[in-house]
């Protein structure tokens, strides 16, 4: 898996409240295309940078926007239970539908008690290693 930095969507990222990625990601310079185009899948992949304490999940979605988010949708949402990310290099990926718009972020909602621990560093990546795959909700 190879990830850099003009495909990062958080770098260790803290996460005590609900917040929107760092960084959006660049699909397309055309305004019009909802596509990135056949071929090779994408994944956002988390990892955990800080562990997390007191809330009980935390839902990421895949946001999409044709514009600079004043109008967006979310195309895929996991969510991950505090057991799954209280400890320091947990790793997860949630698979990017190809009919997407023009800039791709990252959406974090805390759900339970705000957290004061808990980072995440996050990229578009076209393959991940074996890791916690979520199901998605769309």
């Known amino acids: 898996m190879i990830t850099d930095a003009q495909n990062q ?4 990222q803290a996460i ?18 909802n596509s990135y185009g056949p071929g090779q899948p994408l994944y956002a992949y988390i990892r955990t940078t800080e562990a ?6 935390l839902a990421i979605s895949v946001r999409v926007s044709n514009d600079d988010f004043s109008t967006s949708s979310d195309v895929a949402t996991i969510t991950i239970p505090l057991a799954s990310i209280n400890t320091v290099g947990q790793e997860f990926a949630v698979s990017v539908p ?15 008690t705000a957290p004061t621990t808990g980072k995440v560093s996050a990229w578009l990546v076209s393959e991940v290693p074996a890791v916690n795959q979520f199901t998605y909700t769309a």
């Open 9 to 12: 969507f958080s770098a260790a």
């Open 52 to 57: 997390f304490n007191n809330l009980t999940s």
């Open 16 to 33: 005590t409240a609900d917040a929107v990625s760092t960084n959006d990601i660049l699909l397309t310079t055309v305004t019009t295309s």
């Open 98 to 112: 190809n009919k997407i718009g023009k800039k791709v972020r990252l959406f974090y909602d805390v759900t339970g």
